[in-house]
């Protein structure tokens, strides 16, 4: 009997693993994260009050806020005001989360999700994650067309040792993403107290997950590619 329930179960989590749209939960997931950086930024410009940022560029952190040498998080604004280029900031990061979740499957919700983040670069949410939100969108625009070429592009043996690695690939790149967010504003590395040093670890932190993110796609796009053929053989 209990063999029988711990089966059922099993089959129960392969059908629940196997129903998810990886591509959406791939996005959703980067929506949040950028999201969260932009407002990251915001907040620290929003602490530097109401004051002009006298110029299109501008350093983030300001100096009586600032953690180390390299932790300054320059970002782009069209707003001329630390204050209101925070808090705008913050605002658009707040939508982007709620798209992200919510609305990003929907029809027009990869443009809208671009426009989104098109704008919160435009008011202060960061230059670095540019790279990153583009890509996101490009793949947004996949959650409801499945890449069926690659179902002929690797063989079947591939495409399953592929399909299971993309929630893990994520899971490892947001953890990198993470740490190198921590490092970029507050230069701590445990142990580490050269601050050049700190920052190439950074950067090679967000190298690395790039590349496993670009991998995390791949693997999406196969698992979704078989999740709508068994869809459509069911």
């Not at 704008?119 to 540019?130: E, T």
């Not at 490892?172 to 445990?190: D, H, K, N, R, W």
């Not at 050269?194 to 999406?220: E, Q, T, Y």
Request: hydrophobic letters at 55%; a positive charge; aromatic letters at 12%.
């Amino acid at each position: 009997m209990n063999q029988v329930r711990d089966a059922d179960l099993k089959q129960s989590r392969n059908a629940f693993w196997r129903e998810i749209n990886a591509t959406r939960a791939i996005v959703s997931t980067l929506g949040v994260l950028f999201a969260i950086s932009g407002m990251n930024h915001g907040f620290f410009e929003a602490l530097q009050g109401n004051t002009p940022t006298r110029g299109l560029i501008v350093q983030a952190i300001g100096k009586q806020n600032r953690m180390w040498i390299y932790g300054t998080e320059e970002a782009f604004t069209l707003i001329p005001n630390f204050l209101i280029s925070g808090i705008a900031a913050m605002t658009v990061g707040v939508l982007i989360i709620v798209w992200s979740l919510k609305f990003v499957h929907k029809k027009h919700g990869s443009l809208i999700f671009l426009l989104l983040f098109i704008l919160l670069f435009l008011v202060g949410g960061g230059i670095a994650q540019v790279l990153f939100f583009t890509l996101a969108w490009a793949v947004s625009t996949r959650i409801n067309k499945p890449v069926v070429w690659l179902r002929s592009a690797f063989p079947e043996g591939v495409r399953a040792a592929l399909e299971p690695l993309w929630l893990w690939l994520l899971i490892a790149f947001t953890l990198l993403a993470l740490i190198a967010l921590e490092i970029a504003v507050s230069g701590y590395v445990p142990g580490l107290h050269d601050p050049k040093l700190a920052l190439h670890i950074c950067w090679s932190l967000l190298g690395i997950g790039l590349g496993l993110l670009l991998l995390a796609f791949v693997s999406g796009f196969v698992h979704d590619v078989d999740r709508g053929r068994l869809a459509g053989s069911a």
